[in-house]
């Protein structure tokens, strides 16, 4: 096979088309569940669309770039550690979620995406977040900003958590994460405008670039769920760092998302709530 051929598409349009065909194979299967299994919990559900989603994406992405990385959810075994020093190591390192929001997913709740993003030597050059049910396709590059179908993304303008709408969420991981997640919750509760916990992490980070949210916290992530929007954001003008204010690694379990003007406004009240994680 002709190298020149293999590689000829951009590794953004390989993103996006693997993200444009996955999803709309994800929807097609919406109420057409095969298989349902729960993994470390009965809250942590997993099913033959998550896996078959996982695989169709990497084909499509590894067909043009047979010497990258792939980092995916579900070809994590559920009791490995990540090994994230070998992973910010990897020269170009595809980390994807097939699936964000599978609960959403199985209840046939309208509200799941798919996150592609692509990391050089540890840091995010690409993020692709795709939702097939609104036919919504965010795409970041570094550097070279962040898009919708073409328009330009751009975080929201409010300066205070008083004016904000804030996204939380509960991901299943209950000894650690879940009491930590439930201060952080009560101590927001009364200090924004309001909170949402829609159930996908990937899709928060979206709107948080697109401005229709103008936050996100939550304690016990994996990168697949974040690496993408992350770099959404930040190419929307917004910032994203752990819950203790430290610049985004991939490594990061503990975010902070915000349009950059009361970061630090939030990372104070989860700091004196004691909910950052660290
Ligand atoms: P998922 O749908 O890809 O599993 C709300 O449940 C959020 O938590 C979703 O983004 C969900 O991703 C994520 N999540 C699910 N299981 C998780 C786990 N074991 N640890 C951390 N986050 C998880
Ligand atoms: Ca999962
Ligand atoms: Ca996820
Ligand atoms: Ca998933």
């Not at 439930?182 to 979206?206: D, N």
């Not at 992530?221 to 430290?246: C, F, M, P, R, Y």
């Amino acid at each position: 096979q002709d190298p020149y051929m293999v590689s000829s598409k951009s590794p953004t349009a390989v993103a996006i088309n693997a993200a444009a065909k996955t999803g709309q194979w994800i929807k097609s299967r919406l109420g057409n569940i095969k298989e349902l299994d729960i993994k470390q919990s009965a809250q942590d559900l997993v099913t033959d669309v998550d896996k078959g989603a996982e695989l169709m994406i990497r084909k499509l992405i590894l067909t043009h770039f047979p010497d990258h990385a792939f980092l995916g959810e579900e070809g994590v075994e559920a009791a490995s550690t990540e090994p994230m020093d070998a992973l910010e190591d990897a020269e170009y390192l595809w980390i994807v979620d097939p699936v964000d929001g599978t609960t959403n997913f199985v209840q046939g709740f309208p509200y799941f995406c798919i996150s592609i993003a692509l990391a050089h030597h540890g840091e995010l050059i690409i993020g692709v977040i795709y939702d097939p049910m609104r036919d919504e396709m965010f795409v970041a590059e570094k550097g070279r900003g962040a898009y919708m179908h073409g328009t330009p993304t751009a975080v929201s303008s409010e300066d205070t958590l008083a004016d904000s709408v804030i996204a939380i969420g509960f991901n299943p991981e209950r000894d650690f994460a879940l009491p930590l997640n439930l201060k952080g919750m009560q101590a927001l509760a009364p200090r924004t405008r309001s909170l949402r916990a829609m159930g996908s992490a990937a899709m928060h980070l979206a709107y948080v670039a697109a401005g229709r949210l103008s936050g996100y916290y939550e304690v016990g992530l994996n990168s697949w769920d974040i690496a993408a929007g992350v770099l959404l954001i930040q190419e929307s003008g917004g910032k994203v760092t752990d819950t203790q204010g430290q610049a985004f690694h991939l490594g990061a379990r503990h975010i902070v998302a915000t349009n950059g003007h009361m970061h630090q406004e939030l990372i104070q009240v989860i700091e004196e709530a004691g909910a950052s994680g660290y």
